[in-house]
């Protein structure tokens, strides 16, 4: 067993874990703060299937994962506070 | 006029790590579209001291270090406190005062705040930030203003 | 491979894989959205930085290692954006977190 496949192991345990808390999360912001997690894990098992399968092109994929991933929380946040992503902050009155 | 090089070069060198072909049509493509952006970005207002901020460049070499280290060892007392069974959590609420003047040092103040795990600005309210820390250690340290003192100290090194 | 980068990366990588899995650990464990904001930052940045850390010293001076910095630098950048996003709109829909102490004289 190489390095690499133990380091992606972990993170698969951890992706499984942190989906409980998105399945379970009482509330919305449980399931985002996993969802981000979810994320941030995907980036990093991206980054390191690249190694395990000795092809190093993934690592732009996780670029991208990674790029987009604070968009996608911040849209949900954005959408669940006015019910619209094109909103502004006064016009919403939050 | 600096913000504008300054940013050309950063676009550039982002584009060329990213292709890894370096044929003569590429890097001629990379540096029209770098110099174009960087134009863009001068006629929207948005390249300024703010935007791209390089006169911070020398005083974040010894900044980010030390932030580094704040966040190394504070990540480890969190593990610490995940680990124990017990799960030893004292959920405090805090405020602190910024004495930083400019914005992109307060933006900093706060983002190393959120960065370092066990405290979390929640929000700005004037010059005080609020501040959710896990452990009530946690947020009489932040009160004890080193990492305030450090990040205006960053700020006045222009 | 030299024999001590070798175990360095070994190190690196077996440490950012251990940190992760206490992160998840964190972010089931806490008792509230609050806290388990904590935990999801052991990810963000101990996870993050040794994992990616460990692939930088597997690579050596590559092309490669600069696309894992450009990785690195944009989680550290955005990760407490979207932390402080979620903090700050859960403060907004008057998400009162579980507290033992209370310093802002709010009563809240």
New interface residues.
Partial sequence: MT??T??A???L???G??L??VIKGP?I??R???G??VG??S??LL??IG?VFGR?EF??L??TY??L??IG??AV?KF??YGDLGASEDEAG? | MGQVISLTIVLLVFWLTLSGHYTTFLITAGVISAVAIALLAYRMDISDREGHPIHLGLASITYWPWLVWQIILSALNVTRIIINPNLPISPTLTRVTMTQKTDVARVTYANSITLTPGTISVDVEGDEILVHAITSDNASDLEAGDMDRRCTRFEGKV | MDAALYFLSWALLAGGGFFCVVGAVGILRMPDAFTRLHAASIIDTLGVGMIIAGLMVQSGLTLTTARLGIILVLVFFTSPVASHAIARSMRHRNVKPVLSEDRTGEGS
Wanted: charged residues 10%; proline residues 2%; aromatic residues 10%.
């Fill in positions: 390095m690499f133990v380091a192991l972990a993170l345990v951890s992706l874990l942190v409980v808390r509330t912001f449980d985002v703060i996993a981000n997690s941030t894990l980036v990093l980054a390191v190694y190093p690592i732009d996780a670029i990674a790029l991933n604070v929380t911040i946040l669940f506070r939050s």
